[in-house]
């Protein structure tokens, strides 16, 4: 029925990693895109001395960047991560490598350096107008206009044709489709919460931990993590229950008191790596981490979600903005499919990819589990093993799980049922042995044999 | 934007069982829908004296026909076929049971009968106006209008809201379509061609064979098959080459010689049982068959194919008037699942559906190969036997192949990976084993474990 643009102005609403890489694929339609963005311009206003949010970049989002030619500038800002340093109760680490070949790399990039980049190409477009302090408030989509509140709190009415909904966990724009569209949302809280700290550099601007690595310390029911930035700081996260009955939470940590001893007692080695623990710790509210579930995100050829709109996940697996570029590519996918009928690509980015985006949000869940307490389980640590060595025999049948969701670009979805396949090979051939030098290696080939030929 | 009915009356092209049945399907969401078909009243004109086309109804089929209550009516005029008689070269028979379980059974039933009391339902709804010798000509989108002759050869052009494509492998609703949404249609013709034959019932009436079995005179190349019919006749097929350079095909079996010694040579035991078998051998032209492939199987909220017009496919595995009616059902639930927006609706079923109609596309062309061959080839036959052996220890994980086409409701396209999946488990047991008594059970349990549990 309508084509992108048929309908009148394609508009953009969020100007993060997600909208302005999706911006620029749409612009490559021909049309001009204005996006909108809530915020202040990351790249002119003073964004503070804060801490640098850092996020992992891997395969699905370096596909994306890829797609609109600014990985060369991408690539300056990152720090590698060749694994898991995981820190051991009695001070020794134990370094886990995300997989066997030397491109299985995750990258540390920091959130507002990538944005800038993205920015920069967009204006770099000629057909891109960024419109920052916007905060979209409504859409109406009788009268086709979304709602914005300016810098100054003045209303302002936009009209669009299509409008692009890339505004993230809260999006108003999701709000106004789903009074209109009959789909449903579910936001699941997750019951932990986090606080950021900061591991400062060593006086010479070193990293004061291997820089090639992501660190955990792991903890059962909590953890804290630290991923490298360029400057040689570290940005810290500590993961633990907003409340508990039986066990530290952030609610039981209300004293300067309470604080020092729970670190003392529980990241001892961490713990003196980062000055005015005391005060970084309580520097800010405790944040908050959900699952979002969409069904309907579309409606007709006016509006369409990408992003943590149609599907936000918990940070565990570090794939949310991964899985919200990709998005992107794949939506730009079903429009270019189907250039003649909006409506219909919509219908279909949202039939192929909420599969995947449902999947990537159980495995984020999943991993939480994974790096607070699996990777000291000495049987994860003979299946992680088998896993890697199964991939190494069988590379055209098996490959491990982690390495299917952060450096392949199959669905997560069919990442996800590959998983559940090959944990089933890896129960059979544990349960009848204790060490990797007792696999029956007969057996593990007449087992992956049975799995489907990687893509 | 649209729900069904908004944009103006429903229009159903094809009064068979795909179009019928999606009739009285629409007709449940309270509006009235027209059906217009090209021929004449089956339960009035007479169709003459000509064999009974009969067809094969399995689950899927049955499924769609109990979601419109008939299933009552329909059981009377069916015969239960419990498995394959395949007939040997010597005069011998192997009978080859569908299944496991007593409700493994696949219905012989008459097209016309059948179509019968689909008509008669529709009419039933009290919603329903069937419009008889209206054979469409083309749809123009732009006016929403369809155009059709009578029986007069009048040119009648019919408005419409929504148009339904049920009107067959030759669809004129899809040969308009394709032209404005920019799809795709390729048609694979089989090499081969049939011709039908009478095996006619015993003089007191009843079935010169087995009538609880389809029966199969498998002749490498090409093959003999026989569906029994209520009246104590069968409707035989021959399948073969239309032409051919080492082997027999119709083009060589140009005189009555030469069709006499070809039947004595290849089908001895079967030629006695048709009289007058040349005559009825050259009756009416050879038949074609085809696999048709559509991409584009709607147009906005104006118009969507279901049945042979989206997806004919070859009659080998007798799933060509069930995968018709279960595409119904699959569209009738998209149209539930998203009310509001018929578009969105009709995308997403051709995203959810097609990859089943690739898939049952395959494998009916497979089964050929299978019944024609396949059915005396000892590997085969250990496999089979394998097969439902596993079914029987593992019900849980394993079914047999055939099983999961015929007496499952699973997408066809699962059923094809997980059979290509049990393939492999069935090759690792039997290149192990020289009969069914040789295979090691406990390596059969640990390959099976690794296969996703049945849903």
Redesign the interface.
């Known amino acids: 029925?309508t084509a992108l643009g048929d309908r009148g102005p394609v508009v953009v609403v969020g100007g993060g990693p997600a909208g302005a890489l999706l911006a620029i694929l749409l612009a490559r339609h021909g049309h001009h895109v204005d996006v909108y963005e809530s915020r202040p311009d990351l790249r002119r206003a003073d964004i503070g001395s804060g801490r640098s949010i850092n996020l992992a970049l891997a395969t699905r989002g370096i596909a994306a960047l890829d797609a609109i030619d600014v990985m060369d500038r991408v690539e300056e800002i990152t720090i590698p991560m060749r694994g898991r340093m995981v820190h051991l109760d009695d001070g020794a680490t134990n370094f886990q490598p995300y997989g066997l070949h030397d491109s299985d790399i995750v990258h540390s990039v920091s959130r507002n350096a990538l944005n800038a980049i993205l920015l920069d190409a967009a204006e770099e477009t000629g057909r891109i107008s960024l419109h920052f302090e916007m905060r979209c408030r409504s859409v109406d989509f009788d009268a086709s206009t979304a709602r914005f509140t300016n810098a100054f709190d003045q209303i302002v009415d936009v009209g669009f044709g299509t409008i692009f909904g890339a505004d993230g966990a809260n999006s108003p724009v999701r709000g106004s489709m789903l009074q209109?569209?009959?789909g449903r949302f579910r936001e699941d809280v997750l019951e932990h919460g986090y606080r950021e700290l900061t591991i400062p550099a060593n006086p010479d601007g070193s990293h004061r931990l291997d820089p090639h690595a992501l660190h955990i310390w792991p903890a059962g029911g909590f953890m804290v993590i630290a991923l490298p930035n360029p400057a040689g700081d570290f940005t810290a996260t500590i993961f633990l229950p907003h409340t508990s009955n039986d066990g530290p939470s952030f609610a039981s940590l209300e004293t300067r008191d309470e604080v020092e001893s729970f670190f003392a007692e529980h990241f001892a080695d961490f713990a003196p790596l980062v000055p005015d623990l005391v005060d970084d710790f309580f520097d800010g509210p405790v944040g908050d981490m959900s699952t979002i579930h969409v069904q309907g995100w579309?409606?007709?050829?006016q509006a369409v979600l990408v992003g943590d709109a149609a599907h936000g996940i918990v940070p565990f697996h570090g794939q949310g903005m991964n899985a919200a570029m990709e998005s992107g590519l794949v939506l730009d996918q079903h429009i270019r499919d189907?250039?003649?009928?909006l409506?219909?690509?919509?219908?279909?980015y949202?039939?192929?990819r909420r599969p995947d985006a449902d999947a990537i949000g159980d495995m984020a869940l999943q991993n939480y589990i994974e790096m607070r307490s699996d990777v000291v389980d000495p049987d994860y640590l003979l299946k992680r093993e088998l896993s890697l060595e199964l991939e190494k025999r069988h590379p055209d049948r098996f490959a491990a799980r982690y390495g299917m969701v952060m450096f392949h670009t199959m669905g997560y979805a069919e990442a996800e049922?590959r998983a559940?396949?090959q944990s089933?090979?890896l129960?059979?051939l544990t349960a009848r042995a204790r060490s990797i030098d007792d696999i029956d290696w007969d057996?593990a080939g007449?087992?992956v044999?049975?799995?489907?030929p990687l893509p």
Chains 1, 2 share one sequence.
Do not use: C, H, K
């Open positions: 029925m209109v569209n009959g579309s409606w007709a050829d189907r250039p003649l009928d409506a219909a690509a919509f219908a279909a949202e039939a192929g049922t559940r396949r089933r090979v129960d059979q057996l007449a087992l044999s049975i799995l489907d």
